[in-house]
């Protein structure tokens, strides 16, 4: 079995070759040793829309319970459907196949147990148990499968604590992923009026890549706004509706860190002077805005399996990270999911006089790029970061404000500059962030600095 199937967050691979079904019986294996490490014989099973995800469940399903797990079988869901049916019907223990926002012949599993979703070691301890093979003939005791539908009680949990002041037109692009099953019946049931792009569950994408985070894979939903003038919003999913994008009427994108300023201000109010944990990645108007509320900024690390582990450490209501998982632990269950975090914006935008555009586009806002990567070879990212973590912290003084968990960030009084190493893609990412053009080049040529000695130079074109 390939490990690097194993990543950071979750295991994802292409089917049929480097994840093949003997592979996902194997997987099923370790994942019934974890769930019995902790004294667990339940788990509740979900796939997204991609064409080799029934294949996959029949044969993860099969292998569970043979090694005596318990499927609840919720049949094709989101991802936040399955971390629902986890909590609800077998003790937080839940697994989603998915391949997220990755291409058509990708798929994969994200995994919770006990209400935590699994990360870094706790991954590859399913890997461990799964690669000794000598053990796999052991069966456990006698398990069954047990069929349920959680999304009548996900629908009633949601539309008894959304209340929306104003009833709002909303235009939405599930960009064919799974959420086109799903986030039109949870709006209309909100009292919204709905039009929805490429609803159709298609796992090939036929239309265009279901991830909302890349400018491109938003032009229809930005040409569909502007052509349909009743709609005071557009939204946009990922394949499997854990992250959300946003749009203005006019096509102003809303990137996830200028929503969180509103996700911070609306929590803060029922919660005040409580921490709000987001990544590496974003704004430093968010920590700003964060602060203003008096409120306790916390800047972790990227992974949305390691923002909802460090909330559940310090009981923390909202996270979120630039990539669009947004998680609400007030109100909500604490994990991500993009249709939710709609939910919620749309119930903010309808307690203002001002139209959602006139709101969202009065949020603060600073010269950005978008996130940029430049590629390496399969594990050179992570050593040139420790190299270049090792030669800044032996001459730290000639930045003020440098923070290390995750990367290197370095916050300018006017900006802040970011590269850190990908955990899912042999890369490095940055992103720069500046109150001006002429101080965004500053620190862009700051950066150019640090990474000309470990990078080729025709490479560092940002």
């Known amino acids: ?14 089917f049929n070759k480097s994840l093949t079904l003997d592979d ?16 667990q014989d339940n788990i509740s099973v979900g796939y997204d829309g991609r064409n080799s995800g029934p294949e996959i469940y029949s044969r993860l399903s099969k292998s569970l319970i043979k090694n005596g797990i318990n499927v609840i079988n919720i049949n094709m869901v989101t991802t936040p459907l399955t971390y629902f049916g986890g909590i609800k019907y077998s003790n937080g223990n839940a697994v989603m196949i998915t391949g997220s926002h990755n291409p058509p012949e990708y798929n994969g599993f994200k995994v919770m147990v006990r209400g935590l979703a699994l990360a870094g070691d706790e991954i590859l301890e399913i890997y461990e148990f799964a690669s000794n093979k000598d053990k796999l003939n052991q069966v456990g005791s006698s398990a069954i499968e047990i069929l349920k539908n959680p999304f009548e009680e996900y629908l009633k949990v949601i539309t008894e604590t959304i209340n929306l002041k104003k009833k709002l037109n909303v235009l939405i692009d599930c ?15 909100l009292g919204c009026k709905v039009k929805c792009l490429y609803c159709e569950v298609d796992g090939t994408f ?36 854990d992250r959300l994008g946003v749009v203005t ?59 909802k582990k460090k909330m559940k450490e310090l009981d923390i209501p909202l996270g979120g990270e630039m990539s669009g998982h947004i998680f609400f632990n007030d109100k909500w269950f604490g994990f991500d999911d993009g249709i939710y975090a709609g939910c919620r914006l749309l119930e903010i935008l309808s307690d203002y006089d001002e139209t959602p555009s006139e709101i969202l586009n009065g949020l ?8 940029i990567n430049i590629d390496t070879i399969e594990g050179e990212n992570h050593l040139i970061i420790n190299q270049m973590v090792d030669e800044i912290s032996k001459k730290n003084n000639e930045y003020e404000n440098i923070n290390f968990i995750d990367g290197i960030r ?9 590269v850190r190493a990908s955990n899912t893609t042999p890369c490095l990412v940055l992103r720069f962030e500046a109150k001006s053009r002429e101080k965004l080049d500053f620190i862009k040529a700051e950066f150019k600095k640090l990474l000309e000695n470990y990078i080729d130079k025709e490479k560092l074109y940002f």
């Open 1 to 14: 079995m390939n490990k690097e199937i194993f990543k950071a967050y979750d295991i994802r691979g292409i």
């Open 24 to 39: 996902v019986e194997l997987i099923g294996y370790g994942l019934s040793k974890v769930l019995k490490k902790h004294n």
């Open 175 to 189: 960009g064919n992923g799974v959420a086109g099953k799903y986030a039109s019946k949870v709006y209309e049931s």
């Open 206 to 241: 036929p239309n265009h890549h279901p991830d909302p985070s890349k400018p491109e894979n938003l032009k229809d939903l930005i040409n569909s706004l502007k052509n349909h003038e009743e709609f005071d919003i557009g939204f946009a999913f990922d394949g499997d509706a």
């Open 249 to 307: 009427k006019e096509g102003n994108i809303i990137y996830p860190d200028r929503q969180m300023i509103l996700f911070s201000e609306n929590v803060l109010n029922t919660k005040p002077n409580s921490q709000i944990i987001f990544d590496v990645k974003c704004s430093k108007n968010l920590n700003d805005a964060i602060k203003k509320k008096n409120g306790v900024p916390i800047m972790y690390k990227t992974g949305h399996s390691l923002i």
């Open 364 to 371: 603060p806002t600073s010269f950005t790029t978008p996130e």
């Open 410 to 418: 370095i916050d300018f009084e006017f900006g802040f500059g970011l």
